[in-house]
């Protein structure tokens, strides 16, 4: 019997006057680019710091492999910060796997960690590593430039406070309801990470079980017959046995939708899962995105409910 993949750690709820900071373990960022979130944070009662090495870079990466290392490990063991948001994905994360100490943060503390993209390289590997669950969703650069009070920014404070549990949406009063692509209801660990990173793991001892995992998944910039290339791979390297679910985020290709070439390649590719498959949850490469846990179990009912349990 295949062992199925177990939930994280829970990080403690935030409260009015606990220190975030701002890290760049991956791609580089203009200087400035933090100002809307940081104005944001300490509008709703935080305190917020920027790390050492936030605005730096070398090519195209966030500075180097050691500041980049140093300034993450730094805020993760740091006993006086209580949440960590990234600055944007790009590139970089992977370079960074190999000399995290993970079995020192097994004995920390989970902290509230936010990231997207080529972020949830790590998000995997605290999970896998060192048992910690985090968000993927809204990242410091992209998600508060708009001086609207948007659905995606309101949501983010309800992720920071802890009070995401239950039916997953904007708030209580707009669920979400997914739309039934094929089979029926699911439960299990909800996994969401870009296509791309999930299959840059195959065969690294980063790739975590997928049995009883509901996978999320979105992609940006690749063309149709690119996703294709990934889910072939994905569903033919034997990791999905025992996949509990499959969700479909958004998939773009320039600013085209190319979200239906996903779906075509999902049911060529994983027809023979007999794995429940959904779409229309708000996630993926645009601005205004909803924040999801990252290694919570949850289930989908027969009319599209997603439940954090």
């Given at each position: 019997?295949i062992?199925?993949?177990?939930?994280g750690?829970?990080?403690?709820?935030?409260?009015?006057?606990d220190?975030?900071q701002?890290?760049?373990?991956?791609?580089?960022?203009?200087?400035g680019s933090?100002?809307?979130a940081?104005?944001?944070?300490?509008?709703?009662g935080?305190?917020?710091?920027?790390?050492?090495?936030?605005?730096?870079?070398d090519?195209y990466?966030?500075g180097?492999?050691?500041s980049?290392?140093?300034?993450?490990v730094?805020?993760?063991?740091?006993?006086?910060?209580?949440?960590i948001?990234?600055?944007?994905?790009g590139?970089?994360?992977q370079?960074?796997?190999?000399?995290?100490?993970?079995e020192?943060?097994?004995?920390?503390?989970?902290?509230?960690?936010i990231?997207?993209?080529?972020?949830?390289?790590?998000?995997t590997?605290?999970?896998?590593?060192?048992?910690?669950?985090?968000?993927?969703?809204?990242?410091?650069?992209n998600?508060?430039?708009?001086?609207?009070?948007?659905e995606?920014?309101?949501?983010?404070l309800?992720?920071?406070?802890?009070?995401w549990?239950?039916?997953?949406?904007?708030?209580?009063t707009?669920?979400?309801?997914?739309a039934?692509?094929?089979?029926?209801?699911?439960?299990?660990v909800?996994?969401?990470?870009?296509l791309?990173?999930?299959?840059?793991m195959?065969?690294?001892?980063?790739?975590?079980?997928?049995?009883?995992v509901?996978?999320?998944?979105?992609?940006v910039?690749?063309a149709?017959?690119?996703?294709?290339?990934?889910?072939?791979?994905?569903a033919?390297s034997?990791?999905?046995?025992?996949?509990?679910g499959?969700?479909l985020?958004e998939?773009?290709?320039g600013?085209?939708?190319?979200?239906?070439?996903?779906?075509q390649?999902?049911?060529?590719?994983f027809?023979s899962?007999?794995?429940?498959?959904?779409?229309g949850?708000?996630?993926?490469?645009?601005e205004?995105?909803?924040?999801?846990?990252?290694?919570?179990?949850?289930?989908?009912?027969?009319?599209?409910a997603l439940?954090?349990?």
């Amino acid at each position: 019997m295949i062992q199925r993949a177990t939930t994280g750690r829970l990080p403690p709820p935030l409260s009015s006057g606990d220190r975030i900071q701002i890290i760049s373990p991956a791609g580089p960022i203009q200087v400035g680019s933090l100002s809307a979130a940081v104005e944001f944070l300490q509008n709703a009662g935080y305190q917020v710091d920027v790390s050492a090495h936030a605005y730096d870079k070398d090519g195209y990466l966030a500075g180097s492999d050691e500041s980049r290392l140093n300034d993450l490990v730094d805020a993760l063991f740091d006993e006086d910060i209580q949440a960590i948001i990234c600055s944007r994905g790009g590139y970089g994360s992977q370079r960074l796997l190999d000399a995290i100490p993970w079995e020192s943060l097994k004995n920390v503390t989970p902290k509230t960690f936010i990231g997207f993209s080529d972020i949830g390289v790590l998000q995997t590997g605290l999970w896998l590593q060192a048992g910690w669950s985090s968000f993927s969703g809204l990242q410091a650069v992209n998600g508060f430039n708009s001086i609207d009070e948007t659905e995606a920014k309101r949501y983010f404070l309800t992720i920071l406070s802890g009070h995401w549990k239950g039916r997953s949406g904007w708030s209580k009063t707009k669920p979400i309801t997914l739309a039934h692509v094929s089979h029926g209801i699911c439960e299990g660990v909800l996994y969401p990470i870009c296509l791309s990173m999930l299959v840059s793991m195959i065969g690294t001892p980063f790739f975590p079980n997928l049995s009883g995992v509901i996978l999320c998944l979105e992609d940006v910039g690749e063309a149709p017959y690119r996703i294709d290339r990934l889910f072939w791979q994905l569903a033919n390297s034997g990791c999905c046995d025992g996949l509990a679910g499959l969700i479909l985020g958004e998939f773009l290709s320039g600013e085209e939708s190319v979200v239906d070439a996903a779906l075509q390649s999902v049911a060529h590719h994983f027809g023979s899962f007999n794995v429940p498959v959904w779409r229309g949850i708000p996630y993926g490469h645009f601005e205004d995105r909803l924040t999801l846990p990252f290694a919570v179990n949850c289930h989908i009912d027969a009319d599209g409910a997603l439940y954090y349990d």
